[in-house]
């Protein structure tokens, strides 16, 4: 009995060891995606905090006081993040060639320290000779060039040290064929360009390297990001999950749909998914394997869940602020075209962790063992201020996003700065001591902030590379060159770039997949539907490229999110990712659909009842379409059943569609939404004879007495 109980313990030890690997393994692969490479000892441990301390101050000085040329704003932008990746990050992970300096990791190298210190001063030269640089824009001298040669070439090397290799390969291709365009075959053959005109255009103008991307995190994302930073130094991340488990983990599959909520909650300030994995899922992943999910399933509700937490406005991702400046419009509008997609997108995974639920006879967890909800709900209602008054600020008073961030990160400075000092008073500790923990926390969030910045910047400073290729005259050729392999058929086209998009974005984060691919295709979808009598809002056409960006993050062989959650799971990667497509198919039909039916995306439609009914039949919809992909809806599908679900489907998302077949006019679209009804319905009562007898469990017993 006694080497019966050894053996369990000893079982135990080995699974506890397991699953601490693997959390090392996700926050490792958080911390690298977040900026933190070198674990540096001694006394220059400092420099780099020190530094991004200074970026972060920067940034929130030029949101409160300090007035600046853009193109200044940018360079120095740009400065600071080439000096904290060369001086954070070793030229190699591991030593090659006994060259030990060039992967040094516990300490910064005098090589990456000259080298941090030429490419800042590359980045900020075009304000360091502005005047002169404008008097003879379009005619470099010597000096111009080389010092435009060598900015282009160390941003690639830092993308390359931060995001992999990619991104800069992507970006030589395109300079590559910038120059070689002349001898490329007849279909894609390009008039060239000259290393003066190159280098004129992407390092001495705003159509390059510091162009319109590289401006939204300048001025926008950073303080967005900052935000997200301080609210998880403050506990928000752990507050959200734990309301969420509060709420919804005594419900059948609750630690799922906790997962999904907290993911929510956390997407709609953070802009990485791999962040959101190890900030929601340490917590969700072994609840859900407790109450019964397979560690594969488990982890793929959270790579789901923390995927699609970029779809939700109003961050998303960061790519909301660059859409709303290629599509020129106002950011709210931006907020207003992707509500219906993403909430739509987000019931219908709720509704999925509810199928696998009732597929695997799954419940919730016993109250007793959840936090009950309005203690929780209490204990950190201070952090929903500061996001009330985010939202409030961009949606109702329509503040710049750059104001209403402002004001937001002071208030929830204010929050970091006394919370400590409370907690101490209850407890009666030491309110001098807890002071002084409230503004080390602050520190370290203006710190952290900004080192959660460098792979934005460089991202999008590197895209830029990309668009100023594609603006010195490839964009014509680009949509010829679509045209032809789509052979003018809209649909296919869009194939052609959700796989490219796919295909792009397994090597590189979200927002430059959506900077390349919206440099590349957006307007051509917008212009070929055009030349076919197809009207695709511009809008429309952005968040196309936008969705599939996003869906590449837990697309195998490559998705880094399912590595981090596999890795929490001790569940295989591949098996993971494919899970999680499989959950995310339902997100993948609606760039689709909205492409072809612009009510999804609010397209001149201003009225609130319409809005509400439009998103509750897409939710209808993408729920039918669900159980059609997931094989259950109250009882296992029969086969005859799936056509059944794709029609309602159908129905309840392209309404214009099937009221053309049926001869109602446009203005009368609406009339198939009961039919669509009827049909599920129908389906329903098919099934119902065939629901498994499980007790469900009650509201009382769900939430206790709170």
Known sequence: MKEMDKSQLEQTDQENTREDDGMDLAKKLAEEEAGIGRKIEGNTRFIIPVIAVCWSVFQ???ASWLILDTIFIRAIHLGFALLIVFMNYPFFKKTHFGLKFLSAKDRIPIFDIIVALVASFSALYIMIDYTGITQRYGLPIQRDIVIGIMLTVLLLEAARRVIGPALPGIAIAFIGYSFLGPYMPDLIAFKGTSLSRFVGQMTMSSEGIYGIPLDVSATIVFLFVLFGAMLDKAGAGHYFIQLALSLLGGFKGGPAKAAIMGSGL???VSGSSIANIVTTGTFTIPMMKKVGYPPTKAAATEVAASTDGQLAPPIMGAAAF????????????VIKAAAIPAFASYAALFFISHIEASK???????????????????SGIHFLIPLCMLLWELIVERHSPELAAFNAIWVMAIIMLIQEPIKAWKKKESIPDAFKEGIKSIFSA???????MVSVALATAAAGVIVGVVALGLGQLITQIIEVLSQGNIFLMLVITAITSLIIGM???????YIVMASLTAPAIVMIGGMHDFIVPLMAAHLFCFYFGILADDTPPVGLAAYAAAAIAKSPPIATGIQGFMYDIRTAILPFMFIFNSDLILHNISSWPQGILIFVMACIGNFAFASATQGWFVAGNKIWEVPLFLCVTFMCMRPDAVASYVGLPHDQRYWVYPVALILYGIIYLMQKPRIPVRKAMTAKEAFGDY
């Open 360 to 378: 695997l006879g799954i419940q919730g967890l016993p109250r007793k063992e959840l936090p009950p909800f309005i203690p929780t709900l209490l």
């Open 266 to 268: 956390t997407g709609l």
């Open 446 to 452: 203006l710190s952290s902030g900004a080192l959660n």
């Open 322 to 333: 660059i859409i709303a400046e290629y599509v020129n419009v106002p950011y709210v509008q």
């Open 507 to 513: 090597g590189l984060p979200t927002t430059a997949t």
């Open 60 to 62: 929130l000085s030029i």
